[in-house]
């Protein structure tokens, strides 16, 4: 380790060498005596933990936070932000390296933690209060305005059991806002509730910026990191990737979903399937209109999907299906050759190919599933392989205005337009005084 | 265990308060007879006893009716065992809590050990309530009580963190807990006294500290013989356990928010 000698305090945060290993067999959940006692009468002397079963949450990760500074921590899920969060919280510890955090600490990996059911809003509010590190005289003195920012004041004395999943996350939410810590430490607490929820989460954290503390955030939402952080932290695989200014980060980041993406999948090999398969999907490709390649979908494009397929022997009136799911398997749309009354006599034996011919992707930026299906004349089913292929779809200027959506905002946008005729006033964007969406469905009349 | 162990303790004190608190106000929320169960549980256990073990098999109680000598060790004994099955999950029953935010976890057990006290004020209540109604006083000895019931305590908290942090890598202790505590209540004279016993069997006896702690608070509440000697061999297997299961604990604290 580096001299520890070095107390000059300007910064906040320090953290050297950090390195955190997991052995994968001690994660288990039930851990038995039994298991153990089993393995060590098999083999007595060897060491317990090999290279195999090792897992770097964290390895060899450097660097300072000076006060003052709102650092925003970006990455894929099961990089290791959480875990590092984790660790600066004392929640955890580092296999090794060195951590050190200066001031009073208030971290907040969860909305809510020790809330119980049973209890009363106001009581709620002391224990969870407590937990997160207040004393006892500074929730009495909060408790008025912590009750009020969360908007419960009609049901203070109710037990939580019988809140809403908002009411629970705004009363979580109001008693951290009131922590006034030195350093405040959030793991990914804008992934959840409603965006009046979120605009409140990030006001706070603009007012803690303004006041001059110290945040570090975890945040998937990359347009809340590039507005609040005055610097970001990109952690790939347990490893600090990048450390800079947000806008430069988060496009490095960015930029690696596109060299991801898929826009091909070969489907010969899926073994997963169901059907007779006298024919069978063998690969999808994401076409441009053109004819090329796509090297990412965005939200908003016009583009072609391509199924190639291969029948056994001429297939009478199949029809060829397509479902689209979100990540959390919601059924955005189940399309079809049959739904479009296409009947297709005689497939004849061989190889060839269907296209979706899709006019304008009106789908907001995420990650998609599809499943595809082929049915017989008689609806036997030919080939059904759920979840075979990704669909990324990147983020897009969708209405023109700058602003771009991204996955929070929902999973459709459709072509509109907003009129502000009835407003009356001057309006700073005096154009008309009517926004409209760039996407334009060809066919449309005008 | 060091100094900066139990100041981080100290400086955590009303987590621990809230803590304690909320296990007992959750404890009586929902159930219908509330506070009711603090006597429930040790006057039932009292009954079967005495018609069995007092009535039918006829032990003796050093001269005290059967009742009040069953019940009054019966009231530490059902804060003790229920407090340690309580405790002993306390750190798995709080995983959130664990893996979620930072504070001493040796407050967890703790918690649960004061909380417990609660039901023992109560029981302790009836416990009185009882000896006036078979006229027993209580000599000056009454004044050592407060002593078992802090070594009880201690006690308890000793076990409680072993418990809890065995608990947290090897879910057996859930399963052999009941067992340990249902053994552990024949080997503690509660139905009988430690009188009954040939004089062979008592040095072993002394090892079980709680022994020393339930005949050293029957002697100061019902005025029966003090045995010293027992006290001893109790305060020190406390005192030993205590060091044991900090040291245990503190071996182990570090890691709890990555395996429970």
Redesign the interface.
Same mark, same amino acid.
Not at chain 1, 30 to 34: A, N, S, Y
Not at chain 1, 89 to 93: A, L, R
Not at chain 2, 96 to 103: E, R
């Given at each position: 380790m580096e001299s520890k000698t070095n107390h000059v305090m300007s910064e906040a945060i320090i953290v050297d060498k950090l390195s955190k290993k997991?052995v994968l067999g001690? +994660?288990q959940r039930?851990?038995? +005596?039994?298991e153990?006692l089993i393995s060590l009468l098999r083999a007595p002397f060897r060491k317990r933990s090999d290279a195999a079963n090792t897992l770097w949450a964290l390895r060899d990760v450097s660097f300072r936070v000076s006060k003052g500074e709102v650092v925003g921590i970006i990455g894929r899920n099961g990089a290791g932000k959480s875990t590092l969060l984790?660790i600066l *919280?004392?929640?955890? @510890?580092p296999s090794s390296g060195q951590v050190r955090v200066q001031g009073r600490v208030a *971290?907040l990996?969860?909305v809510g933690?020790?809330f119980?059911e049973? +209890?009363t809003g106001r009581?709620n509010i @002391? +224990?969870n209060g407590?937990?997160?590190g207040m004393?006892?005289w500074e929730v009495e003195a909060k408790l008025e305005s912590i009750v009020k920012f969360a908007g419960v004041e009609r049901f203070v004395d109710t037990p939580i059991k019988r809140y809403s999943s908002g009411m629970r996350l705004r009363l979580g939410f109001a008693v951290a806002a009131h922590l006034d810590p030195d350093l405040l430490i959030v793991d990914e607490v804008l992934a959840v509730g409603d965006a009046g929820f979120q605009r409140k989460c990030l006001d706070t954290m603009e007012g803690l910026r303004s006041g001059g503390r110290t945040v570090l955030f975890v945040s998937h939402n990359m347009a809340a990191v590039e507005n609040l952080c005055s610097r970001c932290i990109w952690i790939e695989a347990g490893q600090l990737k990048m450390d800079g200014s947000p806008r430069d980060v988060i496009e490095a980041y960015m930029a690696t979903f596109a060299a991801a993406q898929e826009t091909m999948a070969d489907l010969r090999s899926v073994q997963n399937r169901r059907g007779t398969g006298e024919i069978r999907y063998t690969g999808i490709e994401y076409l441009a209109r053109s004819g090329e390649l796509l090297t990412t979908v965005r939200s908003g494009d016009s583009f072609v999907m391509r199924f190639h397929y291969h029948a056994e022997k001429p297939v009478p009136f199949p029809s060829f299906g397509l479902r689209i799911y979100t990540e959390l398997g919601t059924l955005v749309s189940d399309t079809s050759t049959w739904h479009h009354a296409l009947d297709i006599p005689l497939v004849p034996a061989g190889d060839g190919y269907v296209d979706l011919d899709i006019d304008l992707l009106n789908l907001l930026p995420g990650r998609y599933y599809l499943s595809l299906w082929i049915t017989g004349a008689s609806s036997p089913v030919h080939d059904n392989i759920e979840h075979c292929a990704q669909l990324q779809v990147e983020l897009a200027n969708v209405y023109s205005s700058g602003r771009a959506l991204d996955s929070r905002s929902g999973i459709v946008f459709f072509p509109q337009r907003w009129n502000l005729a009835g407003v009356g006033g001057e309006l700073a964007p005096s154009e008309g005084q009517e926004t409209r969406s760039d996407a334009q469905f060809p066919g449309k009349r005008a | 265990m060091n100094y900066e162990w139990i100041s981080e303790f100290w400086h955590f004190r009303?987590?621990l308060y809230?803590?304690a608190w909320?296990d007992v =106000?959750?404890r009586y =929320?929902?159930a219908a007879l509330g506070a009711a169960w603090a006597i429930i549980q040790p006057l039932f256990t009292m009954i079967i006893f005495t018609l069995f073990f007092g009535r039918l098999a006829g032990v003796p109680s050093d001269g005290i009716p059967y009742p009040l000598f069953s019940f009054c060790a019966l009231v530490p004994w059902t804060y003790f065992s229920s407090t340690l099955s309580q405790a002993g999950n306390s750190l798995v029953s709080n995983a959130?809590?664990? %893996? =979620?935010?930072?504070?001493p976890r040796a407050l967890l057990p703790a918690a649960s050990v004061l909380g417990g006290l609660v039901d023992f004020l109560i029981g302790s209540v009836f416990l009185i309530m009882m000896m006036i109604y078979y006229r027993v006083k209580p000599g000056w000895s009454l004044l050592l009580a407060p002593f078992f019931v802090l070594l009880m305590v201690l006690l308890a908290f000793s076990i409680s963190m072993l418990l809890a942090a065995m608990n947290v890598?090897?879910?057996?202790v859930k399963y052999a807990l009941p067992f340990i505590i249902q053994i552990w209540l024949f080997i503690t004279p509660i139905i009988y006294p430690v009188t009954f016993l040939p004089a062979k069997l008592k040095h072993f006896l002394a090892l079980n500290p709680m022994a020393g702690i339930i005949e050293g608070f029957r002697a100061c509440l019902l005025s029966t013989h003090m045995d010293w000697g027992l006290v001893r061999v109790s305060i020190a297997v406390t005192l030993t356990l205590f060091i044991a299961g900090a040291i245990y604990f503190r071996a182990t604290e570090? %890691?709890f928010?990555?395996?429970v």
């Open positions: 997991y001690t +994660l039930d851990t038995m +005596l039994r153990r984790k *919280s004392k929640i955890t @510890y *971290s990996l969860e933690t020790g119980h049973e +209890l009581e @002391y +224990l407590s937990i997160l004393k006892g | 009303e987590l809230f803590l909320r =106000k959750v =929320k929902q959130p809590l664990v %893996t =979620k935010v930072y504070f890598r090897y879910r057996d570090r %890691t928010a990555d395996i």
